[in-house]
């Protein structure tokens, strides 16, 4: 069965750091173009970071200079190293991947996504 899971989630105060991890199973992420969404309560799904085949990242205006995506595939692994965090970062993190090379870069088409890790950011 097809798979992502993440990790890492968790609370830290304001000014904090957190590195999340998403896993994948039973297929390859070096062939998907892959990204990170969140959702804070109350609020719609965002994209916040995504990266594509060849290491290109792209960001959310809300979290560049902040958020680092990067891939490591001999380990088959997708990461968010979330820096400087803010309260607004509070929200349930996704990774998601698409095998369709046409959303690659962007925020949409992503059709494999995983359960979620929690991030809480305390003022």
Same mark, same amino acid.
């Given at each position: 069965q097809v798979q992502l899971v993440e990790s890492g989630g968790g609370s830290v105060p304001a000014g904090g750091s957190l590195r999340l991890s998403c896993a994948a199973s039973e297929f390859t992420l070096s062939n &998907? *173009?892959?990204a990170w969404f969140r959702q804070a309560p109350g609020k719609e799904r965002e994209g916040v970071a995504n990266i594509d085949i060849a290491g290109r990242a792209f960001y959310a205006d809300s979290v560049s200079g902040r958020f680092a %995506? $990067?891939?490591d595939n001999t380990k088959n692994t997708l990461y968010l190293q979330? %820096? $400087?965090l803010k309260p607004e970062d509070t929200a349930m993190y &996704? *990774?998601?991947a698409t095998s369709s090379r046409v959303y690659c870069r962007?925020?949409?088409?992503?059709d494999t996504w995983g359960q979620g890790t929690r991030v809480t950011v305390s003022s």
């Open positions: &998907y *173009c892959l %995506i $990067s891939r979330m %820096i $400087s &996704y *990774c998601a962007t925020f949409a088409g992503y």
